[in-house]
C-alpha cells in the first residue's frame, strides 16, 4: 500500500483558499451592476449604468451620438422621482456626452430611468432596475 507524503503546510493552505473563497463571493455578492442601451434613432444610442456601491448608487448616462455641440435636456428618475435634471453638450472628443451622479441606494430594488432630448426633439431613454 503506497501512501501520500506528508505535507506540514497543506492544513494552512486549505484554510487560505477556503478564506479567499469567502471574500471573493461576498464580494460579488455585494457589486450588483446593472447595464442597459437603447437605441434612439438618427445614429444616436445610449447606455445606462446603475451600481450599488457603500450605501449609494453610481449612475451613468452615456449618450453616443457624432454630432458635436449639441445640447441635450437630461433627467434622471429615481423611483418616479425627478433625481437630478440638467443639460449636456455633446462633444467630438467623447463622440457624445456623459452624466454621473450619486443617489441614495432606498431599501428593495432601485428603478432609475434616464432621458434625453435634443432641440430637434430626439429623445434617449434607458430604464435600469438593481435588484435588491
Not at 477556503?18 to 444616436?44: E, I, P
Not at 448616462?61 to 453638450?89: D, K, P, Q
Request: glycine content about 6%; aromatic content about 4%; proline content about 4%.
Amino acid at each position: 500500500m503506497t501512501t501520500a507524503p506528508f505535507r506540514p503546510h497543506s492544513g494552512r493552505r486549505c484554510a487560505l483558499l477556503a478564506v479567499a473563497v469567502v471574500l471573493l463571493l461576498s464580494v460579488q455578492a455585494t457589486a450588483h451592476d446593472v447595464r442597459t442601451a437603447a437605441t434612439c434613432g438618427r445614429g444616436a444610442s445610449a447606455k445606462l449604468r446603475v451600481k450599488a456601491d457603500h450605501g449609494a448608487l453610481e449612475v451613468e448616462y452615456r449618450v453616443r451620438r457624432t454630432h458635436a455641440g449639441e445640447r441635450w435636456s437630461v433627467a434622471l428618475i429615481h423611483e418616479r422621482r425627478v433625481a437630478w435634471r440638467g443639460s449636456a453638450t455633446t462633444s467630438s472628443r467623447q463622440h457624445g456626452f456623459r452624466i454621473r451622479r450619486t443617489l441614495p441606494n432606498y431599501p428593495g430594488a432601485d428603478e432609475v430611468s434616464a432621458r434625453a432630448v435634443n432641440r430637434r426633439g430626439l429623445t434617449c431613454q434607458a430604464t435600469a432596475t438593481l435588484p435588491a
